[in-house]
């Protein structure tokens, strides 16, 4: 950026003091503020530009941006997306990755920060018309932009390269092995054991004490079931195990995770599931593999490049595989980072622009 510009820009930061992380901001449950002032800021926001995309249900507007003073009066620039949803005659706010908030019509004083966040984003777009910096990845906060990194650059991988090389080789010769016939609920518990004795748990019990003591619970009516009776289980896997429970989850999940599942047998083969509990499963795969049961699991390939740190994560989203949130500073290598280039609003600059940008006034 040239001089002036960044004497201009810093004019307008300083005209609108703003300390954005305190906004409250959120995708689930955004705030709603019921202001007249705010409403108009944010119509005449939206007046500066074309949508960038436009239903009968709404307008969208991605992105403006906001300047942010960094230390050292560093420049840098926060996305803005804006919507109005039609319907409800509602404007909805984006903050890149920290979440939305809503402005109706209304007699309420208007909140000072998001007053000045719209404000400032305001004079920006209007610097932009008149002067149109070109903003790359390279002048985004980025606090408040979208990336993709290696998990290894997060957090110190669990296992090694060779370690996963090698349980992929044993797997791969394991699923030769098939189970002949059909299998009782005994039958299905005594592998569900196994599970519990990799992980090292108590295994004190009968067999439906442990599923009752580990697993999920909601069984569909499974524990009712005979242990020796294959036609039984068979039955009530056809009629009854899809009864909207978790009966193979046998190793619960949190609040918002899932356990480690096992389904029974198809094509001969039992079928695991990691849930959210990788390095629990990589134990089970190991003790599977030592005893020869067999099985098979369609997602143990990408949990081996999170255990080794292969996998690819987002970085200031929600990752869904593994479920966790990677922010900016959790990455230890930024460098590493491949960050997503953020689009600009298409500004109704044959309305706005002035024929001599040298008296811009913000």
């Known amino acids: 950026m040239l001089d002036e510009d960044v004497k201009e820009i810093l004019g307008i930061i300083n005209s609108y003091p703003l300390v954005m992380y305190k906004i409250d901001a959120n995708y689930i449950n955004p705030p709603t503020y019921e202001s007249d002032e705010l409403y108009n800021l944010a119509k005449e926001l939206e007046d500066l530009a074309y949508p960038t995309r436009e239903s009968d249900y709404a307008k969208v507007y991605y992105n403006f941006f906001c300047p942010v ?59 932009q018309i008149n002067r149109g910096l070109i903003i790359t990845a390279d002048y985004i906060d980025k606090h408040y932009l979208e990336g993709k990194v290696k998990l290894k650059y997060v957090k110190d991988p669990i296992i090694t390269i060779e370690e996963a090389k090698e349980i992929l080789r044993k797997y791969k010769d394991n699923l030769s092995r098939k189970i002949e016939g059909d299998i009782s609920l005994g039958d299905y518990l005594r592998i569900v054991k196994v599970i519990y004795e990799a992980l090292g748990l108590d295994v004190n019990g009968e067999l439906k004490e442990l599923y009752r003591r580990y697993a999920d619970g909601r069984d569909c009516g499974m524990m009712e079931l005979p242990l020796d009776d294959a036609i039984a289980f068979k039955k009530w896997l056809s009629d009854e195990s899809y009864c909207g429970g978790h ?39 190991k003790e599977f593999l030592r005893r020869k049961i067999p099985f098979k699991s369609p997602e143990l390939v990408n949990v081996l490049k999170v255990l080794t740190g292969l996998a690819e994560v987002k970085v200031n989203e929600i ?15 930024k460098r590493k980072i491949k960050w997503e280039e953020i689009e600009e609003v298409e500004y109704r600059r044959e309305k706005f622009k002035k024929l001599n940008s040298n008296s811009y006034q913000y």
Do not use: C, M, W
Not at 80 to 103: P, V
């Open 247 to 285: 009966p193979f989850e046998v190793v619960r999940g949190g609040l918002f995770t899932y356990g480690i599942h096992l389904y029974p047998p198809e094509d001969g083969r039992y079928v695991l599931s990691p849930g959210d509990y990788y390095e629990e499963f990589y134990k089970v795969v």
């Open 319 to 333: 990752n869904d595989f593994p479920k966790a949130i990677v922010l900016y500073e959790d990455v230890r290598d």
């Open 69 to 127: 003073k960094l230390k050292n009066s560093i420049i840098r620039f926060v996305p803005i997306g804006l919507a109005y949803l039609k319907k409800y005659d509602i404007y909805e706010i984006f903050i890149n990755t920290r979440g939305k908030i809503q402005i109706r019509r209304g007699n309420k004083e208007a909140d000072k920060l998001v007053k000045n966040l719209l404000l400032r984003t305001i004079s920006f777009s209007k610097f």
